[in-house]
């Protein structure tokens, strides 16, 4: 049967496999929207011709409004139900998704393993790989009727390197890496599942994750030290992860999936 809202045809034409991000018109959702790599992305894709609908916890929302023009949707992205009402909400709205980044994730403050509370454990593992796994699930009948639909997956440098303190978050984020290779492979070849590996990005993530914390408190980790190791010799900011994102979702990375793009700065070379 033919969709009646069609999605924007993918071109093998040099200029549309040139381009960066999707084609306009595209519809993504973005989870952890309202964070700071988040709003970033928003803003681009808006730039882009991009339809988005950002969904986040209700705290992050209220901080951060989305811009006019973005469906908003508030929920936890770790409770399973609301994952799948959400999901439904958006495809009664817009029948189709073209693409998926998942950003929601937080970690808490650092603390061996040994000292770490099973609950500590559970929480944080539960916020970036359980969130993922059931946004995916949710938006995959969905992104079955867009076009050239694409997943994007946050992991972390964390995820291939440790730093004591970071247990739990390593453990989730490596585990982002899994489940992006498995989705990948049942996925393809409708549906391409990609992921990013970021090292720390200055935003209120270092501080505890935007609408969970105070963004303003110190970072959790020692920035001016953190610098020497790094080649380019700065932190990373938001505007060097959203490329990295819109490349993955459009057509100039059709022929990926499964892949990890690790954004560092030249600290990790994998």
């Known amino acids: 049967m033919p969709r009646s809202d069609p999605a924007p045809a993918l071109s093998a034409t040099p200029s549309a496999i040139a381009r960066l991000g999707p084609p306009a018109g595209a519809r993504l959702a973005v989870t952890g929207g309202c964070g700071g790599i988040g709003r970033a992305l928003v803003a681009a894709m808006l730039a882009d011709g991009l339809e988005v609908a950002v969904l986040d916890l209700p705290a992050s929302i209220e901080r951060h409004p989305p811009p006019p023009g973005v469906r908003v949707i508030a929920l936890d992205a770790t409770d399973e139900s609301a994952v799948t009402a959400a999901f439904a909400d958006l495809g009664r709205a817009w029948q189709r998704l073209d693409g998926l980044v998942n950003l929601a994730g937080f970690a808490r403050d650092r603390i061996p393993l040994a000292d770490t509370r099973a609950a500590d454990w559970e929480e944080v593992i539960a916020g970036n790989l359980r969130s993922t796994w059931l946004a995916a699930r949710a938006a995959l009948p969905l992104l079955a009727q867009g076009s050239a639909s694409s997943i994007v997956n946050t992991a972390s440098g ?13 453990a989730a984020k490596a ?96």
Do not use: W
Not at 158 to 170: C, M, Q, V
Not at 220 to 247: C, H, M, S, W
Not at 251 to 266: D, K
């Open 158 to 170: 964390l995820a291939i390197r440790s730093t004591a303190g970071f247990g739990p978050y390593s």
């Open 175 to 270: 585990g982002v890496l899994g489940l992006t290779r498995s989705l990948a492979i049942e996925c393809a070849p409708a549906i391409r599942v990609n992921a990013i590996a970021p090292t720390a990005v200055d935003t209120a993530f270092l501080r505890g994750g935007t609408g969970r914390s105070d963004e303003r408190a110190a970072s959790q980790i020692d920035l001016a030290a953190y610098v020497k190791n790094i080649p380019l010799g700065r932190v990373a900011t938001p505007e060097d992860v959203i490329g990295p994102i819109l490349f993955l979702l459009g057509p100039a990375a059709r022929y990926m999936t499964g892949q990890v793009l690790h954004i560092n700065g030249g600290q990790l070379t994998p």
